[in-house]
């Protein structure tokens, strides 16, 4: 099996091929033999040529991870044949931007008006959870185009509050 | 002694006084709104009943709910633990109407803490040092401004029924006065009813430190040794120790005296809480007494081996304290981390939610008081608090120690939590050195991340990311079926889901 897998920036290519007491493991054209149980869920027992690791699989809605130990690393398997096509635009100052609630909550009031300038990192919505009370910020200056959240309603993760163009 | 107690909370909270119950064979009944029906202090409990929908005011503050199953179930006294209904004088005079003992202090006892500015006026009349300030709630804007000119900015508006740092604004000039007077009386309304705020001047850079006490309803009131509080954020406390790195036995004997005093002048009994602010040349001032138990009581536990909510119990059904002040003795170092439920990459928003994955630590030195468990979902509705975690040495270096292990042990997913944040604070070289102050926490944080970036070196870490890339390669090997595929709503779905992109991938990359 070969996968391209990517850890934080770095692309790796990976080769895995069953062998005697474990699996024949290839990265990046180095060559180790592993041995690797799923205890429970989301936990892998990995051992690497005498060396024990334990990692942690999280994913959520948008992302991979894997910890290893303590140390937390964004992973993400590709096809390679696909890979010239990801490219990420994130940092683009032009263009509207959404603004997304980061967390279940509830939004207790609008900081601003639709077609307001505002400038980055201006509050433009308090939104509540747990109860504190959060301002959601704007990503960059411009005019607020459009304010989709209302007052006293309930939001999920990724909900499209707010768009600044 | 009691036979059967009702808690009036939830959380890791409620399940610490349901053990306590369970170890003096007294019988429990918790109560839970809605979304808490799988709450853990439900499951643990010997009995239990719904009292209202999620939101905290419709359920766990319904006073009336809570009393009609205290009569319901039979119970004989009602815990309140911390937050909700605890320093609610009125729920303690309602307790005390229905013929239930209410396990803290007396409605009058309450109402004179309770209230900071009465707290105040009290505490003048004692002759117990205090902060500069007005001892009533602030008339009009206008008023505020004229005293803070009196005293000097900086200065810190409060709720006078606050706690936990709502409806409290630290306000650097007169331009901002107004506006943080007008968002720190309409929260201390939302949070407790109550918009009265008073104005004290800030010391800059304080620490925080308070003062356990506790009084038997004959008379007598022992203190049991101070907590350093000041590794804070947005006045919430973060992380605490006992004993404070700062406070020698002759200055804790200064401040536990004082705490005694301003027990007795209340006429406290129970467990009670006396704070103050230390500034840099340890002088203490005393801020406000919080009469309940606290979340960090264990930290006071561990080095006295006293249990707080046992002694609460023993007095509240009429026992005199079994020990003096003389028998009490600190021993060892305990800290406690609060693990909450938030986000520590985005400005450690709450992160409610369903927590897929579960690993907890335990071992030598380390204690766990949790109200989380795997598959529980996180509600919103209420503080993001999900355990504790405390460690315990013989000294402050090998508490920091243990739970540095600890903290290695313990993995959460499927929300975020703040365990990341304890990593960082335990090997920061001021934490260490105990140069603590409420300003540390801000000014860690302000420093970015890449104290933990750099927490491996640098070769290390090229091993541990080949490392991570062979797991994601293994996991979807072996376990292709449960590679978390999910639903819109960002839930998990369990291993007999649809095949997820993952497993088709797997697939299709196995078939080249």
């Known amino acids: 099996m070969v996968y391209e897998i990517i850890v934080g920036v770095k692309v790796h290519r990976l080769e895995l091929e069953r062998a005697a007491g474990g699996w024949e493991c290839r990265l990046d054209g180095q060559r180790v033999h592993i041995d690797a149980v799923i205890p429970r869920r989301d936990v892998l027992s990995l051992l690497v040529e005498g060396h024990a690791y334990e990692i942690k699989r999280e994913q959520t809605a948008t992302d991979l991870h894997m910890w290893v130990g303590s140390t937390r690393f964004a992973v993400e398997l590709r096809d390679p044949r696909s890979l010239r096509s990801r490219q990420h635009a994130a940092g683009d100052e032009k263009g509207p931007r959404k603004i997304l609630a980061p967390m279940p909550g509830r939004v207790v009031r609008l900081l601003v008006a639709e077609n307001s300038e505002v400038e980055a990192g201006q509050g433009i919505i308090v939104v509540e959870a747990m109860k504190m009370q959060n301002e959601i910020k704007s990503p960059k200056k411009g005019v607020v185009k459009k304010i989709s959240a209302t007052p006293g309603a309930a939001v999920n993760p990724g909900d499209v509050l707010a768009i600044v163009e | ?512």
């Open chain 2, 1 to 512: 002694m009691f036979k059967k107690i009702l808690i009036a909370n939830r959380g890791e909270i409620a399940v610490r006084v349901i053990r306590a119950c369970r170890e003096m064979g007294i019988r429990t009944v918790a109560v839970y709104s809605d979304v808490d029906r799988a709450a853990l202090h439900v499951r643990k409990s010997d009995e239990a009943y719904p009292i209202g929908p999620a939101p905290a005011s419709d359920s766990y503050l319904r006073m009336d709910k809570i009393l009609d199953v205290a009569k319901r179930s039979g119970a004989e006294a009602i815990h309140p633990g911390y937050g909700f209904l605890s320093e609610n004088a009125k729920f303690a005079q309602a307790c005390a109407d229905a013929g239930v003992k209410f396990i803290g202090p007396t409605p009058h006892s309450m109402n004179l803490m309770g209230s900071k500015t009465s707290a105040r006026q009290q505490m003048e009349k004692a002759g117990v040092p205090f902060v500069p300030g007005t001892s009533r709630g602030l008339a009009s804007a206008d008023e505020g401004e004229q005293v803070a000119e009196r005293i000097g900015y900086p200065v810190m508006l409060k709720a006078a029924a606050g706690g936990g740092g709502k409806g409290m604004r630290l306000v650097h000039t007169r331009q901002e006065l107004r506006s943080s007077l007008e968002s720190a009386q309409s929260e201390a309304q939302r949070s407790f009813g109550d918009s009265e705020v008073y104005i004290e001047k800030a010391i800059v850079n304080p620490r925080h430190i308070e003062m356990q006490v506790l009084a038997d309803e004959h008379g007598n009131t022992v203190w049991l040794g101070e907590r350093e509080c000041s590794i804070q954020r947005r006045h919430q406390k973060v992380l605490e120790e006992a004993p404070s790195p700062i406070v020698d036995p002759d200055m804790r004997r200064r401040m536990g005296e004082v705490a005694v005093k301003v027990a007795q002048a209340a006429n406290y009994t129970n467990a009670g809480t006396v704070e103050f602010l230390v500034d840099q040349q340890k002088n203490f001032y005393f801020l406000e007494m919080n009469t309940r138990l606290q979340v960090e009581h264990p930290v006071t536990e561990l080095t006295t081996g006293l249990d707080l909510v046992h002694l609460q119990i023993r007095i509240a059904s009429g026992e005199k304290l079994p020990f003096k002040q003389s028998d009490v003795a600190i021993r060892g170092h305990a800290i406690e981390c609060r693990i909450y439920a938030e986000d520590p990459d985005n400005n450690y928003f709450p992160s409610p939610g369903k927590i897929t994955v579960l690993l907890q630590p335990s071992g030598p030195g380390i204690r766990r008081d949790s109200g989380m468990y795997e598959g529980w979902n996180v509600p919103m509705d209420y503080d993001p608090l999900l355990a504790k975690l405390i460690g315990y040495g013989t000294d402050r270096q090998q508490a920091i120690m243990r739970l540095e292990r600890a903290l290695y042990e313990y993995f959460v997913a499927g929300i975020k939590t703040n365990i990341s944040l304890f990593q960082r604070i335990l090997c920061d070289a001021d934490f260490q050195a105990g140069k603590l102050d409420t300003g540390y926490l801000d000014r860690l944080l302000a420093k970015g991340n890449q104290a933990v970036a750099s927490n491996a070196p640098e070769k290390e870490r090229a091993t541990l990311e080949m490392i991570a890339a062979i797991a994601a390669g293994m996991f979807t090997v072996l376990d292709p079926a449960s590679a978390a595929s999910k639903d819109k709503e960002g839930n998990t779905t369990g291993p007999a889901a649809d095949p997820s992109n993952w497993k088709q991938k797997g697939r299709s990359e196995g078939l080249r």
